[in-house]
């Protein structure tokens, strides 16, 4: 037996087998090609634009009758009348109407349809798509990761 040969054999099973399972799996990693995500980027027409919009109103806080019962414990009968009438002329806000979310359609040069929707008011994103209109020109990155596309916009400015 060679020096070789004892060495490997004074070395425990369990030892051997994870020594094997690290050595396989190191020459899988560099054998196999790897699956990486690919990224380009392209240029896109925006075929579509959807503005998202939401519209609140604001509701008058009191009522007749809580204005009366008020009035009259303050001022007796007189009191009561001019606070039921008071709170029933009280103006309502107009409904706010403000944008809560944008969404596009772009076509790749590929002919690729890209659809992109954003649902926060607050964001920049949001505000950019709203200001989109048919034939913008966009540039995208297009990620593929084993088959599974994503775009972001790429947004200048």
């Known amino acids: 037996?060679?020096?070789?040969?004892?060495?490997?054999?004074?070395?425990?099973?369990?030892?051997?087998?994870?020594?094997?399972?690290?050595?396989?799996?190191f020459i899988l990693m560099v054998a196999l090609?790897?699956?990486?995500?690919?990224?380009?980027?392209?240029?896109?027409?925006?075929?579509?634009?959807?503005i998202i919009y939401k519209t609140t109103a604001e509701e008058s806080k009191g009522s007749p009758i809580g204005g009366a019962i008020?009035?009259?414990?303050i001022a007796g009968n007189t009191g009561a009348i001019v606070g039921a009438i008071s709170e029933s002329s009280k103006p309502t806000q107009p409904p706010l109407t403000q944008i809560s979310g944008c969404s596009f359609v772009g076509?790749?040069?590929?002919?690729?349809r890209v659809v992109k929707t954003y649902l926060s008011r607050y964001s920049n994103e949001t505000k950019r798509c709203a200001l989109l209109k048919k034939g913008d020109q966009l540039m995208l990155r297009r990620s593929d990761y084993r088959g599974d596309v994503s775009f972001t916009v790429l947004w200048s400015g």
């Open 70 to 73: 008020v009035g009259g414990l």
């Open 33 to 50: 090609p790897s699956q990486r995500t690919t990224e380009t980027e392209l240029s896109a027409v925006v075929e579509d634009v959807r």
């Open 1 to 25: 037996m060679n020096a070789t040969q004892s060495w490997f054999s004074d070395i425990p099973l369990v030892a051997k087998m994870f020594l094997g399972l690290f050595l396989g799996g």
């Open 107 to 112: 076509i790749t040069p590929s002919s690729e």
